[in-house]
């Protein structure tokens, strides 16, 4: 199985910061990899896929990088609604795997 | 627009077995590729299994901590998904999310989610 790592496992910000979490997978899955928000008591929600394309309707501060095995997710200015849970989850082959998640917490 | 409602969740003992329900609306069903992820309390994703489409002949695949025990099905005339679970574990414990597969092997479409809690 594919195992994704994710870094840190969680981080404080303010809003309006820049915010980059990490992703590595156990090997290379070229560019098949997803991320995924997740609030409280809610379904993840897909942000980006394929690594960099965004998501119809998630707003453009929300961008992918990466191929490989190293990924990164970055929200340019924090807003209040991103605080939240991300995960990323290789789509390269079954079994599907997902990081540990990382929550994003209000400094 | 598309909705995902699942159904069936509840209390039931170690060994025990459960039906899980997805219901689909908005979209054509019988094209996609479904899953099954669920998610212990204060944990993590993970993913159960899967089932594709009628050109694919409807294969399933599973996670092997629930591969034996767990079978995914789909009637594509009640654009409804099914999860049966059976000699269920505490391990189990979890909510269950039905999500849908877009091309780009991406979950683009999730339900709500669905509690199933194992225990005596």
């Known amino acids: 199985d594919i195992q994704m790592t994710q870094s840190p496992s969680s981080l404080s910000a303010f809003v309006g910061d820049r915010v980059t979490i990490s992703c590595r997978a156990s090997?290379?899955?070229?560019?098949?990899l997803n991320w995924y928000q997740q609030k409280p008591g809610k379904p993840p929600k897909l942000l980006i896929y394929?690594?960099?394309s965004l998501q119809n309707g998630v707003p453009p501060r929300f961008s992918g990088s990466g191929s490989g095995t190293d990924f990164t997710l970055t929200i340019s200015s924090l807003q209040p609604e991103d605080f939240a849970a991300y995960y990323c989850?290789?789509?390269?082959?079954?079994?599907?795997?997902f990081g540990q998640g990382t929550t994003v917490e209000i400094k | 627009e598309v909705h995902l409602v699942e159904s069936g969740g509840g209390l039931v003992q170690p060994g025990g077995s459960l039906r899980l329900s997805c219901a689909a609306s908005?979209?054509?069903?019988?094209?996609?590729?479904m899953d099954w992820v669920r998610q212990a309390p204060g944990k993590g994703l993970e993913w159960v299994g899967r089932?594709?489409?009628?050109?694919?002949?409807?294969?399933?695949e599973y996670a092997a901590s629930v591969k034996g025990r767990f079978t995914i099905s789909r009637d594509n005339s009640k654009n409804s998904l099914y999860l049966q679970m059976n000699s269920l574990k505490i391990e189990d414990t979890a909510v269950y999310y039905c999500?849908?597969?877009?091309?780009?092997?991406?979950?683009?479409?999730w339900g709500q989610g669905t509690l199933v809690t194992v225990s005596s």
């Open positions: 999500a849908r597969e877009a091309a780009s092997v991406d979950f683009d479409y």
């Open positions: 908005g979209f054509t069903f019988s094209d996609h590729y």
């Open positions: 089932i594709r489409n009628i050109p694919n002949s409807y294969t399933t």
């Open positions: 090997q290379s899955i070229s560019t098949y």
């Open positions: 394929g690594a960099s």
């Open positions: 989850q290789q789509s390269y082959y079954t079994p599907w795997t």
